[in-house]
Nanobody
């Protein structure tokens, strides 16, 4: 079983920055694509950014140029650096990690979510 623990959310004023982290632990053999999603009240969950096992990253148009996704393949940690935050970025942010466990079974795990609030 693979567990994901998110951290780094909180309150920030417009224009501020936050960095989210998502640490994966447990039976991990390899990690594939990793991504961040968010869900604001009354809205569906949407993709924010994704970083594949290899290849280039991809971002939602609304966060391009402001957010940066990265990963540490040694520590099994996913990051989301968020700059120039706007009130419309307010949401619960979830990490998603796909990989293969030590039994060579693929998994698709979600973090518990972390609240990001941008307001003055």
């Amino acid at each position: 079983q693979v567990q994901l623990v998110e951290s780094g959310g909180g309150w920030v004023q417009p224009g501020g920055s936050l960095t989210l982290s998502c640490a994966a632990s447990g039976s991990i053999f390899r990690l594939y694509a990793m991504g961040w999603y968010r869900q604001a009240p009354g809205n569906e969950r949407e993709l924010v950014a994704v970083i594949p096992g290899s290849g280039s990253t991809d971002y939602a148009d609304s966060v391009k140029g402001r957010f940066t996704i990265s990963r540490d393949n040694i520590k099994n940690i996913l990051y989301l650096q968020m700059n120039s935050l706007k009130p419309e970025d307010t949401a619960v942010y979830y990490c998603n990690i796909r990989g293969q466990n030590r039994a060579y079974v693929n998994f698709d795990s979600w973090g518990q979510g972390t609240q990001v609030t941008v307001s003055s």
